[in-house]
């Protein structure tokens, strides 16, 4: 009697689990321990499986109470996921300017009269956007052979007002410039001009109600500013030629000054150079080049600047009265018979050389060669703007920019030793959403989710969509063999 009732017990026990996944609609629960998952076979009978939140089938439904009451079902509610509207940021003049003139940001002794002081000052541009959301910098650095120029040259002027439309806080800095003529003064001028250029960003990242994104700092250059926005990113204290002194200035002009304090994030070098290719594999910073090759100025592959000039042939009088009275002034001036230097400046490596160098150590460069024009593309021979040629380069480097504000893309990827884990592996993530086709987020955080996947789902894949902390948006997605 006894073994008869056992058996009636079991026959019951499996009609109420049976009768139980016949009360719950197929589809996915949540509960306190993890997910149940009731789903109809292939013959169309009711089947359940429950699973904790890190593991497979923690125990089949035949053998326990799927009573909505007893276990506290709750229908499973995804996590939230959209894709975010495309954003193609810093590529269109959208922003109206704002425009401070005469900043200082530095006092400093002069070149050539180490008796007086002056102020280093630049004009700032800044995007109207009503955003809080941190901006990128870019520098802009004047050319004249670190003996002239300023920072209200028409085409600086222009082109900061233009990147500062797309959304950048751009700034046009002063630096000191002039120098005797020997190669120790023009080596010293140069790198003055490097620690006033540093010196300008580390004020600009202090100035907190900017909102400058201090991982997005971007250099730009013509011909000399071409020469110091190459060396904000490469030069470092190491590579400082002897001769170069060490200065008591109260400032800024320490030798110790030239640590930077940031990276910069990519450079456009307008007919610059780089005194010494060594300092090319020091970083991996993107950069893109603009230069005729055949610059009588600044060579196009290496050489001493000024070597090849002429101011008769290569300087028309019309238009360019100051920028040929410095020329003038260079190669007029002879080096002291006592001095050893043959050249004004030191040997230069230009872009032609600078492109291959960086390509060869796998850096990202992209360099447009203007055959047989002069040393500044920006002017026609009667010293007035080219603007279509002054277009193209400004719209060529914002797309260059634009495309570096991240330094890797997304890439979503499942994790070799842990296939539940899906990872992006990218700290310029702000926010991202995640989503699961035949399975189930079990965990979850900005940069990887862990996830289970129903071997009979017929699709399985794991996506994300988010955005950068430069504003632009990306989306992802990877397709899941499951056996």
Same mark, same amino acid.
Request: negative net charge; aromatic residues 10%; contains cysteine.
């Given at each position: ?143 004249? !052979?670190? &003996?002239?120029?300023?920072? *209200? /040259? =028409?085409? +600086?002027?222009?082109?900061? @007002?233009? $990147? ?35 010196? !300008?960003? &580390?004020?600009?990242?202090? *100035? /907190? =109600?900017? +909102?400058?994104?201090?991982? @997005?700092? $971007? ?43 940031? /990276? ?53 009088? /019309? ?165």
């Amino acid at each position: 009697m006894k073994r008869i009732c056992n058996i009636c017990l079991c026959f019951l026990a499996a009609f109420l689990a049976f009768a139980c996944v016949r009360s719950v609609e197929p589809g996915l629960y949540s509960v306190k321990d993890g997910f149940v998952r009731v789903y109809l076979d292939s013959l169309g009978n009711p089947k359940a499986l429950m699973y904790r939140d890190t593991s497979s089938v923690w125990a089949d439904t035949v053998s326990v109470d799927l009573k909505a009451e007893k276990l506290a079902l709750k229908p499973y509610e995804a996590p939230e996921f959209h894709l975010f509207p495309l954003r193609e940021l810093y590529r269109d003049p959208v922003y109206k300017v704002g425009e401070t003139q005469d900043v200082v940001y530095g006092r400093v002794v002069q070149n050539l009269d180490k008796d007086r002081r002056m102020d280093l000052k630049m004009d700032l541009y800044v995007p109207y956007d009503g955003s809080t959301v941190a901006r990128p910098l870019l520098v802009m650095l004047h050319g004249g !052979a670190f &003996r002239g120029g300023n920072k *209200r /040259d =028409s085409s +600086l002027v222009e082109w900061c @007002r233009y $990147f500062a439309s797309l959304g950048f806080v751009a700034a046009s800095v002063d630096y000191r410039h002039g120098y005797r003529c020997r190669q120790k003064d023009t080596d010293e001028a140069m790198f003055r001009a490097l620690k006033d250029a540093n010196a !300008a960003v &580390r004020f600009l990242l202090n *100035r /907190d =109600s900017l +909102l400058i994104h201090s991982d @997005r700092i $971007f250099t730009a250059g013509v011909d000399a500013g071409g020469i110091t926005a190459l060396n904000m990113a490469y030069m470092r204290e190491e590579n400082l030629p002897e001769i170069v002194t060490e200065e008591k200035d109260t400032t800024i002009v320490t030798r110790q000054s030239l640590l930077r304090g940031f /990276d910069v994030r990519a450079v456009a070098n307008l007919w610059g150079a780089v005194p010494d290719t060594a300092i090319l594999s020091n970083a991996k910073i993107p950069v893109i080049s603009f230069q005729s090759d055949e610059d009588s100025m600044v060579p196009f592959k290496a050489g001493h600047p000024f070597d090849y000039l002429e101011v008769e042939e290569d300087v028309p009088e /019309d238009g360019w009265e100051v920028f040929r009275s410095i020329l003038e002034s260079i190669v007029s001036i002879f080096v002291p018979e006592e001095s050893e230097d043959v050249h004004v400046f030191r040997e230069m490596y230009g872009s032609g050389i600078i492109h291959r160098v960086l390509r060869r150590l796998g850096t990202s460069s992209e360099l447009y060669t203007y055959p047989g024009m002069r040393h500044d593309l920006f002017l026609r021979d009667d010293g007035t703007v080219d603007f279509p040629m002054y277009d193209e380069i400004k719209e060529q480097t914002a797309s260059f920019f634009a495309s570096r504000m991240v330094v890797a893309p997304v890439s979503l990827r499942q994790d070799t030793e842990d296939p539940q884990l899906f990872i992006i592996d990218n700290s310029e993530v702000e926010t991202c959403l995640w989503h699961v086709e035949g399975g189930v987020l079990i965990g979850k955080g900005n940069d990887a989710v862990r996830v289970l996947l129903f071997p009979d789902a017929p699709v399985h894949s794991v996506s994300v969509s988010g955005v950068y902390t430069s504003g632009q948006t990306f989306y992802d997605t990877v397709t899941v063999d499951v056996e």
